[in-house]
């Protein structure tokens, strides 16, 4: 919001209904009768805008327009915007629920769901993999925290509530858990592809003469720590 301040018009009215009057009672026949009604007039603007304070208004700043979204072709597409709508939605049910660790757990699974998303721009190759996850994931954990919204809303603790509730809670770790495997494993395949590259990286040092076959082996095994 902006803060704008609109002065009152009221004080240069009274400076005029001043200087009007000044001139009905006072004699105004040389320079120095101007001069003293001027300032007159001038300390009635003053004090009356001193006194009359400026209307304040709020102008909601002009939103700025999302930039267009940049295409990565239509399956990746697909991925980022279910992505997209999971986090929404988690973020809303995160909103609701009051209890801290289970909003901390929320948002950890948020930035997990992220971070495998994005992983379809980097390795197209992984998209069947990640659409399988999100496929059954991403909906089952909504609904988990959807469960977990509507118990707390109860605004009791009987036992049953309390019970799925620590349930639910316990399960957001063992998905938790799953997310993080399901990046790592994502993250396998460029792994993979690194180390096939660095191994003919240092075949070629080697047979250009470059590397000597004992600095091969501890270059391979620093590779691997």
């Given at each position: 919001?902006?803060?704008?301040?609109?002065?009152?018009?009221?004080?240069?009215?009274?400076?005029?209904?001043?200087?009007?009057?000044?001139?009905?009672?006072?004699?105004?026949?040389?320079?120095?009768?101007f001069?003293?009604?001027?300032?007159?007039?001038?300390?009635?603007?003053?004090i009356?805008?001193?006194?009359?304070?400026?209307?304040?208004?709020?102008?909601?700043?002009?939103?700025?327009?999302e930039?267009?979204?940049?295409?990565?072709?239509?399956?990746?597409?697909?991925?980022?915007?279910?992505a997209?709508?999971?986090?929404?939605?988690?973020?809303?049910?995160?909103?609701?629920?009051?209890?801290?660790?289970?909003?901390?757990?929320?948002?950890?699974?948020?930035?997990?769901?992220?971070?495998?998303?994005?992983?379809?721009?980097?390795?197209?190759?992984?998209?069947?993999?990640?659409?399988?996850?999100?496929?059954?994931?991403?909906?089952?954990?909504?609904?988990?925290l959807?469960?977990?919204d509507?118990?707390?809303?109860?605004?009791?603790?009987?036992?049953?509530?309390?019970?799925?509730?620590?349930?639910i809670?316990?399960?957001?770790?063992?998905?938790?858990?799953?997310?993080?495997?399901?990046?790592?494993?994502?993250?396998?395949?460029?792994?993979?592809?690194?180390d096939?590259?660095?191994?003919?990286?240092?075949?070629?040092?080697?047979?250009?003469?470059?590397?000597?076959?004992?600095?091969?082996?501890?270059?391979?095994?620093k590779?691997?720590?």
């Amino acid at each position: 919001m902006r803060e704008i301040k609109r002065r009152s018009a009221v004080p240069v009215y009274i400076a005029a209904g001043v200087y009007a009057l000044y001139a009905l009672i006072f004699p105004l026949y040389s320079s120095w009768h101007f001069l003293i009604a001027a300032v007159v007039t001038a300390a009635a603007w003053l004090i009356a805008d001193w006194l009359i304070k400026p209307v304040v208004e709020y102008i909601p700043e002009p939103e700025e327009p999302e930039p267009e979204p940049v295409s990565h072709g239509a399956e990746t597409d697909a991925i980022l915007a279910e992505a997209k709508t999971a986090r929404r939605e988690m973020e809303r049910l995160s909103a609701s629920i009051g209890d801290e660790t289970v909003r901390q757990r929320i948002a950890r699974l948020i930035a997990l769901s992220d971070q495998i998303a994005q992983d379809a721009i980097q390795d197209p190759n992984d998209i069947p993999q990640i659409k399988k996850f999100q496929g059954y994931f991403l909906p089952s954990t909504v609904q988990l925290l959807n469960a977990y919204d509507r118990m707390a809303s109860l605004g009791t603790e009987g036992e049953n509530i309390t019970a799925t509730k620590q349930r639910i809670a316990e399960m957001l770790d063992t998905e938790i858990t799953a997310f993080e495997k399901q990046l790592d494993a994502l993250y396998k395949n460029d792994y993979l592809d690194i180390d096939a590259d660095v191994q003919v990286m240092h075949n070629l040092l080697r047979r250009e003469g470059l590397l000597q076959d004992d600095e091969l082996q501890q270059l391979l095994k620093k590779t691997k720590e």
